[in-house]
């Protein structure tokens, strides 16, 4: 097996939004997850940063900016005080031929700062708007802080995450974020359609709570048939059983699943046990449900006394649904990973090696791939590029005299 495939960044590559300007005022995650659905495929997607830099930055792991390195990838930045009126008039005239706006302020915040949407809509009628907050821009929340873990414990999730003996878990990754990011990218998409169709632009309100909450199954709908709360289960299922996580012989773990009863039976007759397929306590799912216990019992014993090779051998050549719990130091070495390109290194000079290890780009299309064409950039490293067809040059040497306009050296 070859190592992980490395990848030149092209600054001539085109996309399928190539043409498509997105002024980016958001901090942290969700904002830039989404503006990076943008930028992967070609839209320029301007950071408007201030002089000490997006938040994100400053989340370093051996004083390299990895999250900032990784969802900023094919994004340019430019630095402005926007303290400063002629800040202020900076960004107005970067919407003017933007096809998109995307800020992460507190609600009140925006408009607070002299850009309200109505301005904005004024300057460029055919603008989408999307702006991200914990809570939405209405409602009793409005105005509360909005990180994540807020809306990862509001949500229900952390309540039916983990175990039943234990304390709730939260996520340890910033889920409430990336699923606000994806989802907003695929509203703000409908809305460049509707806006290139002539309909005009708009304001999208998206909120971390939302997006979360409606993928937490039909809990609450359950719960009002039912009563009962979703219990944590760990990685059991309310809904299937077998399924969950068995440890090997040599302390590895495999997350098996065999939703079907074709699947079951599979798996029963793969353990050397036909006989468990008409076993009352395991004859079909609602008995298997009720004997969980003794059903992981008698896989579990069955897989602990195989390493972690010998359980996905076997079972892979039984076509039994049951594959690797993998860790980072698995993944990276990972045919699986390596060769659909999920995982793929680009040049970079503050990491080991001068390689930087990141996700590909994803989804695939076939017509129209995504690119990659840049690095994240430095703090105001394309204020000249952007700003000065827009002000003139003359005014951005002004500007950063004046001390408006920043950048941080390389």
Known sequence: MGGIHRKQFDPAARGA??????????????????????????????????????????????????????????????????????????????VKDAAMFVESFRPGVLEAMGLPPAALLEINPRLVIVRISGWGQDGPFQHKPGFGTLVEGYSGFAAVNGFDDREPVLPPMFMGDAYAGLYGASVAMIALRHAEAGGGGQVLDVSLFEPLFSVMEPQIANWRITQKRKPRTGSRSTNTSPRNAYRTSDGGWVCLSASTQGMTEKLFRSIGREDMITDPRFVNNPARLQHWRELDAIIGGWIAERTLEENLAHFDKAGVTIGPIMDTAMLERDRYAIEREALIEVPDEDMPGGWLPMHGLVPRLSGTPGILARPAPRIGEHNDEILAPVLGAGEVARLRADGVVREKAK
């Open 17 to 94: 939004m190539d043409g498509v300007r997105v002024v980016d005022l958001s901090r942290l995650v969700a904002g830039n997850v989404l503006t990076k659905v943008f930028s992967d495929h070609g839209a320029e997607v301007v950071k408007v940063e201030p002089p000490e830099g997006d938040t994100l930055r400053a989340w370093r792991v051996g004083g390299v900016e990895t999250s900032w390195k990784t969802i900023c990838r094919n994004k340019k930045s430019v630095c402005l005080d926007l303290k400063r009126p002629e800040g202020i008039a900076t960004v107005k005239a970067l």
